[in-house]
């Protein structure tokens, strides 16, 4: 016993870090930024001194192919790809972009009123490079993440409420390789008895990131007063999927606290928060004033002055102005790009485009990028449907992603 | 709660901006979790900043291909760990210990005790630094940075029975030092 209690301080102590100040002072933080930003200056002057070099090797080529032909050259014009924007000068096809690398996972949900209330569907598309084209490689219906070095699914289940006052419709997260090895009519594939009633409460989401989800909840019984949450994956889980995997415990709703995540200290709810997607981006909003279930007034939010951390989004960064992706495609509701900032995908109100994005010709600033004219692939929307999930995977993740996908999603969306 | 200010900038920076930012958000979260990892290993806090500078320089370099997935502390960590051993193996750095140690001994310290005498937490952390490197650092993994058997295995390329094994020793070490002192 005092051993455990020994072993309990012992850790206990060891939460706090070795040294009375913390090791990672702001001096050192200083010094690594001025090294970058030296590093980035001598990039800058290389790459400036290379692109010199390169125009110049190309004028030189020309001019000696053209010597040597004289008049008799009449050269044939090259073949242009299916999507390339006419060549204003030579030197721009220094700058036609590479190979595709990145591979999108998108998630998507379409909300449907019925008469009782409303049901949240979901499906889920990879969009990868396959043997040199863009295609949708894999798709399925629910939502299939990537969760440190596993995927994990998350879908909508039903049973009836505690007080046996109707039926709810909950979220339940697993990892995706847990449903494969169950057997149907065991584990977790067993049915639960639902009773019929009227729909009570119901759960959708709005973000499913790296390893939290944002859930939207409505309440029937209160006027449809809806409210949000934050979770992590885990604790979408069942409480025990040995005896009963639809089951949550009766404890209180788990959540991630709107302080606790994104250090936001003076919110009016730490606990009715959402992320949501606008127009580019993924933003926290939270609930800003009273109202609600207890009120006849719905709560009102208003968006977190806070940027979502990297452990919250992953590359939530568009490489081009928004600006730019409504010129290009009016109408357009959201954007995501690649993080090797090769690709564009726009989001209209029936389809996603996904575009080419090349380095701007002629910019001496910071790199800047532009969508190719033509889309490289359209893929349809249904009606309503809307973008809950963007997930990048680069390098060798992404033939990874490729073979896991296609073995967890079932090819029915 | 006006947040157009911020959100609008972040929309218009550009790529090596972002990436700064990127940095900026790991460093604040990460800083003291590599920094105490790459001090617990090395016992010296100016060695301790040198490697904190490389892993987060190498982050830098090479965020295009990170895919951001959720376990950024355990790949934060996994770097630092590299960064310690390759800073061990060079022979710069054997040289540098020959001078340091020549430097220390004439003033009778010793990078141990410099460590103990930097610290001033609390009397286990002085304990724990005194573990050979094997023991220390699987205590260290699991009991402050929190990592799972699993990862922590993952980690350091062993077994997780090896794991297990070693925090069982670590722990022992410890409890029996408290209850001899």
Known sequence: MERNNDEKKLLE????????????????????????????????????????????????????????????????????????????????????????????????????????????????????????????????????????????????ATRNTEDGRGIMRYLTAYPAEQKESAGPGTGRNRPLPVHDGPLVRSEALTFVGNKYVSVQTTDYTAQEAGSYRVNTVLQLRPA?????????????????????????????????????????????????????????????????????????????????????????????????????????????????????????????????????????????????????????????????????????LDGND | MNTKTNLEAWRYTDAETDAKAVLQDMMSTYGNDVWNYAFTLLRNADLADDITQDVFLKVYRNLSTFRGESSVKTWLLAITRNCVYDYKRSALFRHFITDRFTHIRTEHRSAESEALEHIAVNDIWKQVLTLPVKYREVLILFGHHQLSIKEIAAMLGVSEGTVKSRLHHARKRILERKEGS
């Open chain 1, 13 to 156: 102590k060891l939460s706090k870090g070795p040294t009375s100040s913390p090791g990672f002072s702001k001096k050192l933080e200083s010094r690594i930024e001025e090294k970058i930003g030296k590093e980035n200056r001598m990039r800058r002057s290389w790459i400036f001194l290379a692109g010199r070099v390169a125009v110049l090797v190309v004028i030189l080529i020309f001019s000696f192919n053209f010597k040597l032909v004289g008049d008799n050259w009449n050269p044939s014009p090259a073949p242009e790809p299916d999507n390339a924007e006419p060549a204003a000068t030579g030197v721009v096809e220094i700058a036609e972009p590479a190979p595709l690398r990145d591979a999108l996972l998108l998630g998507l949900r379409k909300d449907e009123r019925f008469e009782k209330g409303t049901s949240s569907t979901y499906r889920t598309l990879l969009v990868a490079p396959v043997a040199g084209s863009l295609e949708v490689a894999a798709r399925g219906s629910g939502i299939l993440l990537p969760y440190k070095q596993e995927f994990w699914k998350i879908e909508t």
């Open chain 1, 240 to 408: 025990d999927p040995e005896q009963t995997p639809e089951l949550r415990p009766n404890s209180p709703t788990p959540f991630v606290s709107l302080s606790g995540l994104l250090g936001v200290k003076d919110p009016v709810s730490d606990v009715n928060w959402a992320i949501v997607r606008a127009k580019g981006k993924w933003i926290a909003m939270a609930q800003n004033g009273s109202g609600g279930p207890a009120s006849s007034i719905p709560y009102r939010y208003a968006e977190v002055p806070v940027r979502l951390s990297e452990t919250v989004v992953s590359h939530d960064k568009l490489a081009v102005p928004w600006e730019d992706v409504e010129r290009l495609q009016p109408g357009a509701k959201d954007a995501v790009s690649s993080p090797d900032r090769d690709l564009l995908a726009v989001v209209t109100d029936n389809e996603i485009r996904f575009y080419k994005l090349r380095p701007s010709p002629g910019s001496d600033g910071p790199e800047r990028f532009q969508p190719l004219p033509e889309p490289l692939l359209t893929v349809p929307l249904r009606k309503g449907e809307t973008l809950i999930m963007a997930q990048w995977a680069t390098g060798i993740y992404v033939p990874q992603w490729i073979d896991k996908t296609r073995k967890y």
